[in-house]
């Protein structure tokens, strides 16, 4: 009877051990993924802003920074603190992680939606990862809001 022998097995079983722990971290770049769930998290969270503008007949401020967004009541230049979102029951304010930074035409300025959910104006939000020269865009288009992440 021809096969391997358990010591063969073995051996090979040790190899391709030592290889994956070379070879796994080098293909596989976290802060990558971290950017594309950041990305979808804030194209949600935009989702949400606007559900909750057109749903309370409410005016919403997306205050953006180079590292933070926020949701707060649209008012003078958008300076009142984050609305509790109704979801979590805490302020609505988000931290991005691993460095990542978000940029674009209206960082540092406020998307607003007013009480019918309507933006006021097409947004391209740029998440940069620090890492690499990875990018992922959030676009919200004018008129009706729909929110796009692309890469």
């Not at 609305?83 to 990542?100: C, M, R, W």
């Not at 540092?108 to 998440?127: F, I, R």
Request: hydrophobic share 45%.
């Amino acid at each position: 009877m021809r096969g391997f022998s358990l010591l063969e097995l073995v051996f090979v079983v040790v190899i391709l051990g030592i290889l994956s722990v070379y070879a796994i971290p080098k293909g596989f770049n976290i802060t990558d993924v971290t950017l594309d769930s950041q990305a979808q998290k804030l194209a949600s969270d935009l989702r949400h802003a606007q559900l909750l503008a057109a749903t309370q007949g409410v005016s919403l401020c997306v205050l953006t920074s180079t590292n933070a967004y926020s949701v707060r009541p649209n008012s003078i230049n958008c300076t009142a603190d984050p609305i509790t979102d109704p979801a979590s029951g805490s302020a609505f304010l988000v931290n991005l992680e691993k460095g990542a930074e978000l940029s674009g035409p209206l960082a540092n300025a406020a998307l607003v939606y007013n009480s019918l959910g309507q933006p006021n104006g097409e947004v391209v939000y740029t998440l940069n990862s620090p890492d690499s020269n990875n990018k992922k865009f959030v676009t919200v288009w004018a008129l009706t809001g729909h929110v796009v992440v692309g890469p």
